[in-house]
Structures are given as structure tokens and as C-alpha cells.
């Protein structure tokens, strides 16, 4: 932001040397993962790539190695910037994030936590303490496709999806991100697939009409109704990854 000259602060708090911020914890159902914990650091993990295998198939798409040598868990959601892809995965994922502040710590959804075009429902006083993401089980699909210009670049549109289970699709969580002011679940969408087979041509047509129903705004890559039709694609293609998974 102060590269483009969108932001002038008066004053700069560098949170890199809150190690205690810089950590990856793991229990048997969930990881908690601190907000200075690096895109990179969570792609090198092992651990984390077979717990969240979601995180394993969408880090990489996420800006250029050199950026995520540097792009924070907690810099990545405080800034919301609605073509991010991490707010998408940790809505798809049914994280929690938790928020802390001179009044100790909060809990709150990541269904909640992004309201706008770089707002959060964070306070000015509060920082992002962590993420808790649920530990995949084995019956769990997950899938996640973008389009960018480039590899590396903002996407033009991007899904991630997770599934309780398929045939039938169950549990169905399909977060769009690059298409609104933030990162949208496609409810309509979802409820078009659950209880339906992979191969369903006419449930996967009715719930790409569905995504009609979300708003799409134009941005410097693409019009609204560009984004309408790409979101269709990535919709389709990520389903699609998710077959191939299978067999
Ligand atoms: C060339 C380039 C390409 C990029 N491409 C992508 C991309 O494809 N996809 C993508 O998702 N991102 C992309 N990014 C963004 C990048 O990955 C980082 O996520 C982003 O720049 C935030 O960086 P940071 O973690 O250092 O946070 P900062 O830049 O330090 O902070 C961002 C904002 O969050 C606040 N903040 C930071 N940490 C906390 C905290 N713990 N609690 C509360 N507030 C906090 C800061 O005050 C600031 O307002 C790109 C960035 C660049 C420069």
C-alpha cells in the first residue's frame, strides 16, 4: 500500500520479531497456525501439506517464490484484498481465526471475518494472532483452480472447494475469490451438488446458473460478466481435478 502510495502511516509497528507469532501447531483434529507464519514456510511443511491437503494444491499459485518468502498467514487476511486466495481456502476449510488485543483473545469464523473490499472484522486496536484449520479426514475432496494472466499473478478468478465427501457430493463448501469485493461462498451453487453424483452433467450445469446470483464486479483484468463466465470455468475445472483425484 505505501509503494503505491495508497497508504502514508505515521507510525510502523514491525511485527517480525514476535517470534511467539511464528508458529505451527498440531493436536489431532485441527492445526493452528500463527499469523507470521510465511506462505513458504507452510508449502516446505510435510506436515501441513498431508493434514491440509487443500493448502498443498493452492500455495503455489500464490504470487512468486520470492513473495512468499515474505507474505504472512496474518498479513495475507488482515489485508483482504479480495483477490487473495487465502481467505478463500480458510472459508472453504471452516477455519477460525483468532484475534488478539490488550483485552486478551477472540474466536471468530472466517465465514465472518471478511466484510469488504480490504475489511475485516478486525478492530484498529486488535492483530491477527492465528489460524485453527480442521485436519482433513479420509474421506474428504478438496479442489481449487484459478485464472491468472500469468502464472503468479492476481487471478482473474479462482474456487476453492471442499467436501465432506463425494458420490454424492456431501458437505459442499465452494469459496470464489477475484470476482466480488471478497472472498464469496456460492451457497445456491452448493446446494445444486450436494446429494449428487460427480458425473451429473445437469446438477453441475444448474449450479454454474447458480453462480449467476453472486455479485460479480469488473476490475482491471475483467468486466462483471467476464468474471461471471470464468467463475463458471474455474467452477467446472476444479470439480473436475477433484474426479481425477479419485481414480
Ligand atoms: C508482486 C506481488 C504479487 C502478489 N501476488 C499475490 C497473489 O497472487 N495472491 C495473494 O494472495 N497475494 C499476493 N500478494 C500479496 C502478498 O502475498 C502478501 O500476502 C501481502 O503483500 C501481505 O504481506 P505481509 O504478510 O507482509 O503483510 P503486510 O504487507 O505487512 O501487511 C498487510 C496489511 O495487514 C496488516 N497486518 C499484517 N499482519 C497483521 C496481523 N498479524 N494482524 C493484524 N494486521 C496485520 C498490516 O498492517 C497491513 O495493513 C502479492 C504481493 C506482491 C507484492
Redesign the pocket.
Known amino acids: 500500500?505505501m509503494p503505491l502510495r495508497l497508504a502514508f502511516p505515521a507510525a510502523l509497528l514491525d511485527?517480525n520479531k514476535l517470534s511467539e507469532?511464528s508458529f505451527i501447531d498440531y493436536d489431532d483434529t485441527h492445526i493452528k497456525i500463527g499469523?507470521?507464519v510465511r506462505?513458504s514456510e507452510l508449502l516446505q511443511s510435510a506436515e501441513v501439506g498431508e493434514r491440509i491437503p487443500l493448502f498443498a494444491q493452492a500455495l503455489p499459485?500464490?504470487?512468486?517464490e520470492a513473495?512468499?518468502n515474505?507474505?504472512?498467514m496474518?498479513?495475507?487476511i488482515?489485508?483482504a484484498?479480495p483477490?487473495?486466495?487465502?481467505p478463500a481456502l480458510l472459508k472453504a476449510l471452516n477455519a477460525t481465526i483468532t484475534i488478539a488485543s490488550t483485552r486478551g483473545l477472540r474466536t471468530i469464523a472466517a465465514d465472518d471475518f471478511f466484510l469488504g473490499i480490504y475489511e475485516t472484522a478486525?478492530n484498529n486496536d486488535?492483530?491477527?494472532h492465528s489460524v485453527t484449520v480442521p485436519i482433513a479426514n479420509a474421506n474428504q475432496r478438496f479442489g481449487f483452480y484459478e485464472l491468472a494472466r500469468r502464472h503468479?499473478?492476481?487471478?482473474m478468478a479462482g474456487v476453492a472447494i471442499a467436501a465432506q465427501s463425494v458420490e454424492p457430493y456431501a458437505g459442499l463448501r465452494m469459496v470464489f475469490f477475484s470476482i466480488g469485493d471478497y472472498a464469496l461462498r456460492a451457497p445456491a451453487a452448493e446446494a445444486a451438488l450436494n446429494g449428487k453424483f460427480q458425473d451429473d452433467a445437469i446438477a453441475i450445469q444448474q449450479a454454474q446458473d447458480a453462480l449467476l446470483s453472486l455479485e460479480f464486479n469488473e476490475d482491471l483484468n475483467a468486466s462483471g460478466n467476464m468474471k461471471a463466465h470464468l467463475s463458471g470455468v474455474v467452477m467446472r475445472r476444479a470439480l473436475q481435478s477433484m474426479r481425477m483425484e479419485q481414480h
Open positions: 500500500m511485527l507469532l499469523a507470521m506462505y499459485f500464490i504470487a512468486h513473495i512468499r515474505r507474505g504472512t496474518g498479513g495475507s488482515a489485508l484484498d483477490a487473495a486466495e487465502m478486525l486488535e492483530l491477527v503468479g499473478d492476481y487471478a
